[in-house]
């Protein structure tokens, strides 16, 4: 071994290092083969140059606490040529019995082979198939004649079905069953619809409500059925006055001028003047509002002046 000294090291210290990285090493490995303290353990590297757990020893972790059996493994580390101390502690009897040696060739146990289901998965994906078919005959079947009130109860199992996805602006906690559950479990408590026409009302104006919504969004709005079912149940009756000052703010001035232009109003300057003659002229017709064609008509031709139906008196918004 060639030694230098380091002329800029702490003093009182061994301040010697040596550039012969080789004679280093195999100094230490003479270390280790003649001067490792009594009890203590070599530990050879491994695969990766990590130290391998010698047999018949397990490593020591942090959150282990220390025992008298416990020995000192020490471990040439090929990166930092330091002698690396690593806590080692014997195996119990039992536990020889059952450890594995590292990169050994013990057998591993073999799970016993899984038991052939009655059906597979290609026999399920038939009968399911084939269960479909049997349902929609027998829909066909009844298509004429079907009781109004079981039809109602049938939509409601589908819309509760598992490949039916509902989004509402006001979603149940996590964990609580939907309005479409609840539903369900009222009328088919034992798996049998209960012919009650109350109950049945009650469940699917419920679950109808729950659903249907008119609000403006991507992920929970219903959109156009939603307006079409406000025609149906004559939802324009529940409509306020929408002709007030903070709702005809949201109007752009075009926007405005259509509307006062739609209600046959004479052009104004500027869109406050446009709003204040429009709420004026809405608060005189109480007696309700002007005659329009039918929504068929509308959408069919693309004319639908969705505007006018706003701001006029118990208009439905579509």
């Not at 757990?53 to 416990?70: F, H, I, S």
């Not at 406050?272 to 509002?289: D, Q, S, T, Y």
Request: charge should be negative; glycine fraction near 10%; proline fraction near 6%.
């Amino acid at each position: 071994m060639v030694w230098a000294e380091d002329l800029f090291g702490e003093g009182g210290k061994d301040n010697r290092f040596t550039e012969d990285g080789s004679a280093y090493a195999a100094a230490q490995e003479q270390w280790l083969a003649e001067c490792v303290p009594e009890g203590g353990v070599k530990m050879e590297a491994g695969e990766y140059g990590q130290a391998a757990t010698p047999d018949g020893y397990k490593r020591v972790t942090n959150w282990m606490a220390a025992e008298e059996t416990d020995v000192m493994g020490y471990f040439l580390n090929p990166n930092t040529l330091k002698i690396d101390e690593i806590p080692l502690r014997p195996l119990g009897t039992e536990e020889q019995g059952t450890a594995a040696a590292p990169r050994s060739l013990a057998p591993t146990s073999v799970a016993a082979p899984k038991e052939r289901a009655a059906i597979s998965g290609t026999g399920l994906a038939m009968l399911g198939q084939i269960r479909t078919q049997a349902l929609h005959a027998a829909l066909d079947a009844v298509v004429e004649d079907v009781d109004p009130w079981d039809l109602v109860a049938a939509l409601l199992l589908a819309l509760g079905g598992k490949n039916v996805s509902v989004r509402t602006p006001e979603r149940e906690p996590y964990g609580q069953m939907s309005r479409q559950e609840t539903a369900l479990a009222a009328l088919f408590p034992e798996g049998v619809l209960i012919r009650d026409p109350a109950l049945l009302r009650q469940e699917a104006v419920a679950v109808l409500k729950n659903v249907a919504n008119c609000t403006i969004s991507q992920h929970s709005g219903s959109g156009l059925t939603a307006q079409i079912m406000g025609l149906l149940f004559d939802a324009d009756a529940q409509m306020p006055n929408m002709a007030f000052d903070d709702f005809l703010k949201c109007f752009s001035k075009p926007g405005i001028m259509e509307a006062g232009k739609a209600l046959k109003l004479l052009p104004r300057n500027t869109g406050k003047e446009m709003r204040n003659a429009i709420m004026a002229h809405v608060g005189l017709m109480v007696g309700g509002c002007p005659s329009r064609p039918g929504l068929g008509l509308l959408l069919r031709t693309g004319k639908l002046n969705w505007p006018l139906w706003c701001v006029m008196l118990k208009g439905w918004p579509l």
